[in-house]
């Protein structure tokens, strides 16, 4: 054979092993790649500190229920706005460390818009959706896309000592004169305490007074808040800051429960959630606290509680997202919401639960608020909302520490929101 033969023969010798070689390294790399059927996903679930046992039985539940799939819970500051600064830091730089993500109700357009969410329409069925509140709802859709399933929904209330108090006020003027009359007795220290620090719990707060006293904020494109009744309103709570603790204006949720819970207060501004800690066996107030719908004021028709609550979204960057899903699945069904609020005090947005006897059991009240719940106000639904709270938590808390007025600050919070949403177009 001539040489000439022999090296053509070598090459394609080489060649051959060359492929095959490629090739099975090529199904080795694809094989190695494709997670095993019984591999074990983790995923991070990050939420605010919960002092109710709900979040540790709503991950046991579904990890029993899926055992391949571990939830890392990432807790966050109890603060609403470190909780969004957080978020906001990481989704803006791409992090993909979060996979699930609890939301408070005023987040989903800022962030839809900034697209840090994945689209939930055709997991969130139509069908998924009509059996839940349409509040709720409502606040998880923006831009024609749904972008999160509602968890809890949430709508301020009056809690009160029943065994001084016999009928709760309807007014705000009656509570005033309530708590003036009966502070001292059964160990109480203040009329009232509530939610006073520079943050978004205090725009919730200070818009419940402007609402149930006829005011308004933002109807359509028009900023509405410069008006009488709105001034009269947050006039209403710098009053309670004088019959309230001395450090009220740095008082967040727990806060407030802390004080009214050992008993030291009349009446508490707070959210539902406080009252299986307000009943539980360790309780110093335990059987002795009632709750009432938020009072009026002079110049309004009915107390108007504000809309809160809180939604599950899947982070756009996250690795196991079809694992998020289902973790988001079980815990707003049936099964996971009835978790929630037997163990946590949170509202259902399952329309179902409220008819549920070991949940009414529970929380009796519920049966009787349900309308309440259902038709609280909203804040502003914006992608601009970030900016319109920060003006109103900067100014609402000047007028608590008495630096400006009411009526200076409702003129400061007309022309910064009047800007903002000249600026943005709208």
Known sequence: MSSKKLLVLFITFLLTVSLITSCSSN???????????????????????????????????????????????????????????????????????????????????????????????????????????????????????????????????????????????????????????????????????????????????????????????????????????????????????????PGVTTYQEEDARNVFQQGEAIFMRNWPYAWSLLNSDDSPVKGKVGIAPIPRGKDGKEGSPVLGGWNLGINKYSKHPEEAWKFIEFVTSEEGQKITALEGGNLPTLKSLYQDKEVLAKNPYWADFYDVFITAKPRPVSPFYPQMSDSMQINFHKALTGEITAEQTIKNVAKDLSEILAKSGK
Not at 81 to 92: C, F, G, I, K, R
Not at 136 to 165: C, M, Q, S
Request: aromatic fraction near 8%; hydrophobic fraction near 35%.
């Open 27 to 245: 199904n080795t790399s694809s094989t190695s790649q494709t997670p095993s059927k019984n591999e074990v996903v983790t995923i991070t679930y990050s939420t605010g500190k919960d002092s109710t046992p709900a979040t540790k039985k709503l991950v046991e539940a579904f990890e029993k229920k899926y055992p391949n799939i571990k939830v890392k819970v990432q807790e966050l500051p109890n603060s609403t706005d470190e909780q969004h600064n957080t978020y906001v830091t990481a989704l803006s730089a791409g992090d993909s460390s979060i996979d699930v993500l609890a939301m408070d109700v005023i987040w989903t357009p800022e962030f839809a818009a900034a697209n840090w969410l994945l689209p939930l329409d055709d997991k969130f069925t139509e069908e998924m959706r009509s059996k839940m509140l349409p509040g709720p709802v409502e606040a998880v859709t923006y831009n024609g896309h749904v972008w999160a399933v509602p968890r809890f929904t949430d709508a301020g209330v009056l809690y009160y000592r029943k065994d001084i108090i016999s009928t709760p006020p309807q007014t705000w003027d009656e509570l005033i004169q309530m708590a003036k009359e009966n502070v001292g007795k059964e160990g109480t220290k203040y009329g009232i305490v509530f939610q006073g620090n520079q943050y978004e719990g205090l725009v919730c707060d200070a818009l419940e007074l402007i609402y149930s006293n006829g005011g308004s904020v933002i109807e359509g494109n028009k900023v509405t808040i410069d008006t009488p009744q709105a001034i009269a309103g947050l006039q209403y709570l710098i009053d309670l800051v004088k019959i309230a603790p």
